[in-house]
């Protein structure tokens, strides 16, 4: 079996697609010249830039110039937050609040956390068990001194989809920025920016079978922010630095297989999700979905499992050879465990329990057998050296049906 | 025994956090009690039980010793714990540390620091470090558990809280404990920790205490 197949972790990076490679490799030392430069080769930089700019614009539904490239999915959310609040703030005298919610990836919230260090008011919108904003919640947080919405499109550890449509209508009506991290989204989900009527997108490319260190924010026309990094001009004065002409092309290269793959892509991880979710609820006692039962990326699986440590479950499984990840608080480098799962308010116990196995292009319905087939060997290992036997009762408003049947909760 | 792939080589050219030692002990870890029968089991005969953690905090142990006839020795040493490769690793050296060559002084055992197990290890991760730290609390909580069993309450050694009754050796921690456990009244604490019963002097912060801890969680 191949080892791609037992690669569940397809929300922390993925591997980068052969074409993209191909594509890429003739800009390391064949063209290499700089876009900036006056001369055929140059030129050269330039034409690939601008092509790539060109391919993207189509798949975002915007105007080539509206795309920045940028490092990272990171700095795209850091150019965006911060660039935005510094702009309508200190050039423009508006407000000083930004709206965002407490299931964001950690570019989005210690960005604000800064912020409000500089003296930003941040409202952190609570979520649903589900992971999903209250839109009324949303409207009624917005006020005079608002400048920005920043909510991200899906959620990397629970796949949680936001209704990002809706979220731009309420925006528009207010006259508030709205900003999307899409960095989980690029991959299975509509990117056109004016169906969705986003005013900024971040996006990465290491995501979507890309290379990593790339990253665009898309910045739509009459928007205007203060740039992060100052230099020689590069990307209309709002990012400088040399573009980086091969990881640009390998961008663009992977979010074109990506958007042509879609459709039916979103329909066999869904089906190999649901075969995933299916098998480890109906023989793992004590188990339960974390994240919207339908509502949620095609890909990503998150499950808590109670009474065993997520770490420890993760180095069984790597010793199988099988990759995932966990929102354990022995995994994370604050040693708090995740905020995502705490923030759909569950108790501590299902956080440190809980997995997340993220499918992708080279999984395959071997690999998601050989998973369900091991896990449970794997969990009741665990559990039998756990001193911990929590009451499935007390978790049964969290169990489905099946699970209940075999944890032993009576109705 | 089972054959092992290394983790190193699985996770190509990157080194896992755990050395080769650590990984042993996680995944063939040595003296644990294998599932919740075998636990009540061996809780029947053993000499002490002691119990540190929660599984809200991520980390919880339970750990089981048998003393020699004369009290000296520590002649076997169980556990079961929840938690992850660190603290499981580390928790099997202990229990391996206690029990080696004849079995560990109790004077000795109760000496025994995290660095002491870590250095067994040879090291663990620096941010797991604080994974570690739970075994020697719950071998010092299992000895006490000893010395009170069998009315050798003079020996008990507290550390890292406040002894409130000076003569059964009780802490403000046992008395935190009690509370959680849902004691919520003087009469309660006392079924469950016999403070105050020979130390009357310590029964107005008993008290104090009780308030205090009640205030803190169910406040
Ligand atoms: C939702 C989300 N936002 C932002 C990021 C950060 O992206 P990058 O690693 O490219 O900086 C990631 C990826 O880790 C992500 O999943």
Redesign the pocket.
């Known amino acids: 079996m191949d080892k791609k197949s037992t690669y569940f972790d397809n ?1 922390a990076t993925t591997p980068v697609d052969k074409e993209v490679v191909k594509a890429m490799l003739p800009y390391f030392n064949q063209i290499y010249g700089n876009p900036g430069s006056m001369h055929s080769e140059g030129l050269k930089g330039k034409q690939a830039l601008d092509s790539s700019r060109e391919t993207i614009s189509k798949i975002l539904n915007c105007e080539p110039e509206e795309i920045i490239f940028t490092g ?4 795209s ?1 850091n150019m965006a937050i911060k660039g935005i609040a510094h702009h309508q703030n200190k050039k423009l005298g508006k407000g000083n609040h930004i709206i965002t919610q407490k299931t964001e ?1 950690p ?1 989005v919230l210690e960005t604000c956390e800064f912020l409000e260090k500089e003296g930003y008011e941040v409202t952190y919108l609570d979520v649903d068990r589900y992971g999903l904003i209250s839109l009324d919640e949303l409207e009624k947080a917005i006020k005079s001194e608002t400048i920005l919405v920043s909510i ?1 499109y899906a959620n ?1 550890e629970i796949g949680t989809i936001q209704p990002i449509k809706e979220i731009s209508e309420i925006c528009k009506k207010n006259k508030v920025l709205f900003h999307t ?1 899409a ?2 989204a690029s991959e299975y989900l509509n990117l056109d920016v004016k169906n969705l009527g986003v005013d900024l997108m971040s996006l ?1 490319a ?2 979507v079978y890309g290379p990593k260190g790339i ?1 665009l924010l898309f910045l739509r026309k009459g928007v205007t922010l203060t740039p992060l990094i100052h230099g020689g001009g590069q990307e209309r004065r709002l990012r400088s630095g040399t573009e980086n002409i091969p990881l640009i092309v390998g961008f663009a290269k992977a979010l074109e297989i990506a958007s042509k793959d879609k459709g039916l892509e979103c329909e066999r991880l869904t089906k190999l999700s649901n075969k995933l979710i299916d098998g480890i609820l109906k023989t793992i006692p004590k188990a339960f979905l974390n994240g919207h039962p339908t509502k949620r990326l095609p890909n990503n699986v998150n499950i808590s499992i109670l009474d065993i440590e997520g770490e420890a479950a993760l180095l069984y499984l790597d010793k199988e050879g099988i990759c995932a990840s966990t929102g354990s608080a022995c995994t994370s480098k604050t040693l708090d465990p995740s905020h995502v799962i705490l923030a759909l308010g569950l108790p501590y116990e299902a956080a440190h329990g809980s997995m997340r196995f993220t499918l992708g292009k080279n999984t395959t319905k071997e690999g998601i057998e050989k998973l369900i087939n091991l896990f449970p060997k794997i969990v009741k290992r665990l559990r039998d050296l756990s001193p911990v036997n929590l009451k499935a009762e007390d978790f049964k408003e969290y169990l489905s049906e099946d699970n209940k049947k075999i944890s032993g909760v009576n109705k | 025994m089972e054959t092992h792939v290394d983790v190193k080589a699985k996770v190509e050219g990157k080194k896992w956090f755990y050395n080769d030692i650590v990984k042993k002990h996680f995944f063939n870890p040595k003296n644990f009690l294998k599932d919740e029968a075998a636990a009540k089991e061996y809780g029947k005969t053993a000499s002490g039980v002691g119990q540190v953690g929660s599984p809200a905090c991520g980390d919880m142990m339970k750990m089981w010793i048998k003393v020699d006839k004369k009290g000296n020795k520590i002649k076997e040493c169980k556990w079961q714990t929840f938690g992850c490769a660190s603290a499981i690793g580390s928790t099997s050296m202990l229990s391996v540390m206690v029990t080696e060559k004849g079995g560990m002084k109790i004077e000795d055992a109760l000496k025994i620091k995290p660095q002491d197990i870590a250095n067994r290890l040879k090291g663990l991760p620096q941010r797991k470090f604080h994974c570690s730290v739970l075994g020697d609390k719950a071998l010092r909580e299992a000895i006490n558990n000893y010395f009170r069993k069998s009315g050798k309450e003079d020996r008990v050694v507290v550390q890292g809280a406040k002894i409130i009754d000076k003569i059964l050796k009780i802490t403000d921690k046992d008395i935190e404990e009690a509370v959680l456990e849902g004691a919520k009244t003087l009469e309660d604490v006392q079924k469950k920790t016999k403070v105050g019963i020979k130390d009357k002097s310590c029964i107005p912060e008993v008290e104090q205490l009780i308030r205090f801890y009640i205030e803190k969680y169910f406040g």
Do not use: F, L, V, W
């Open positions: 929300a990272s999915g990171t700095e959310i990836h570019a991200m990397n991290d960095c989980q990465n290491s995501k990253g």
